[in-house]
Nanobody
Framework: VQLQAYGGGLVQAGGSLRVSCAASGSIFSINDMGWYRQAPGKRRELVASINSDSIIHLADSVKGRFTISSDNAEKTTDLQMNSLKPEDTAVYYC????????????????WGQGTQVTVSS
């Protein structure tokens, strides 16, 4: 299983960006997909996640500004980021937890390569 993230880039404060992620490979079922970010000198943190029941978790710092969506059939997830702030600057990583077989109940975790989001003030 591989995750390919794309989108991101440079935007001025108050602007919008969208990052997308597509999974490839054999997946039996997706437990959840999400986005993490890591700013220089900081720990990686969860930004948003959405599970197979469409339950969404958003970090407090992005509530009201970011929206996550997913299409489990297509194995994709998108993160729409509005009203961006300089503190949103980070490398954004796509994350997937999924079962690979109906006979294996373990959820395996995968990471995308990361995409840079830079918000200028």
């Amino acid at each position: 299983v591989q995750l390919q993230a794309y989108g991101g880039g440079l935007v001025q404060a108050g602007g919008s960006l969208r990052v997308s992620c597509a999974a490839s490979g054999s997946i039996f079922s997706i437990n959840d997909m999400g986005w993490y970010r890591q700013a220089p000198g900081k720990r990686r943190e969860l930004v948003a996640s959405i599970n197979s029941d469409s339950i969404i978790h958003l970090a407090d710092s992005v509530k009201g500004r970011f929206t996550i969506s997913s299409d489990n059939a297509e194995k994709t997830t998108d993160l729409q980021m509005n009203s961006l702030k300089p503190e949103d600057t980070a490398v954004y990583y796509c994350n997937l937890r999924a079962r690979l077989s109906e006979y294996d109940h373990m959820n395996y975790e995968y990471w995308g390569q990361g995409t840079q989001v830079t918000v200028s003030s």
